[in-house]
T-cell receptor, first 112, second 114 residues
Framework: KNQVEQSPQSLIILEGKNCTLQ??????????LRWYKQDTGRGPVSLTI?????NTKSNGRYTATLDADTKQSSLHITASQLSDSASYIC???????????FGRGTSLIVHP | DSGVTQTPKHLITATGQRVTLRCSPR?????VYWYQQSLDQGLQFLIQ???????AKGNILERFSAQQFPDLHSELNLSSLELGDSALYFC?????????????FGPGTRLLVL
């Protein structure tokens, strides 16, 4: 069964600090991995999309890494801001069509 | 603002009833996706349409159906509603529906079944 596990479930950090969120998956065959940011009560916003051949992708202060051999991804947030407080969701798709498997997300709270 | 619009924002109904959720994609986007987000299941992919045709199907119940119209707006119909159908329903759109395309999500419709 395809699964996506995210850790930690929740995280509290101080403004200005860095943090790293983890995503492990068992989806096979692998097509792509996405990270989304979701503010409470709003629709997810795409941060990065990575394929098998990519191991790093950045979007401003967000950097995603992918190790397709170990089936792990991480999302690193640099110099956190209060607006980074949100849920971060990892999504993995396999095969030739779009059938995604979602992680349950990491809830990040950034304190001043 | 993603450019994707969804109506209504909130919907309260009773068990056994039928509702229709509406989605207008971003201008120029041909593909529409529907998702359900509940507290116990998280986000789940329901179905994808491209230019009026069903392209991919996820965990959509038989009581649910969707379609995409010639003007590219889409509707998700939920029937014989149960308490467990209470959730946020999101619509997203992308240009061509490719597996590597960025999807833009709407603000969602919050459904409460009493």
């Amino acid at each position: 069964k395809n699964q996506v596990e995210q850790s930690p479930q929740s995280l509290i950090i101080l403004e200005g600090k860095n943090c790293t969120l983890q995503c492990n998956y068992t989806v096979s065959p692998f097509s792509n991995l996405r990270w989304y940011k979701q503010d409470t009560g709003r629709g997810p916003v795409s941060l990065t999309i990575m394929t098998f051949s990519e191991n790093t992708k950045s979007n401003g202060r967000y950097t995603a890494t992918l190790d397709a051999d170990t089936k792990q991804s991480s999302l690193h947030i640099t110099a956190s801001q209060l607006s980074d407080s949100a849920s971060y969701i990892c999504v993995v798709s396999g095969g030739g069509s779009y059938i995604p498997t979602f992680g349950r997300g990491t809830s990040l709270i950034v304190h001043p | 603002d993603s450019g994707v619009t969804q109506t209504p924002k909130h919907l309260i109904t009773a068990t056994g009833q039928r509702v229709t959720l509406r989605c207008s994609p971003r201008s120029g986007d041909l593909s529409v996706y529907w998702y359900q987000q509940s507290l116990d299941q998280g986000l789940q992919f329901l179905i994808q349409y491209y230019n009026g045709e069903e392209r991919a199907k996820g965990n959509i119940l038989e009581r649910f159906s969707a379609q995409q119209f010639p003007d590219l707006h889409s509707e998700l119909n939920l029937s014989s509603l149960e308490l467990g159908d209470s959730a946020l329903y999101f619509c997203a759109s992308s240009v061509l529906g490719g597996v590597l395309e960025t999807q833009y999500f709407g603000p969602g419709t919050r459904l409460l079944v009493l």
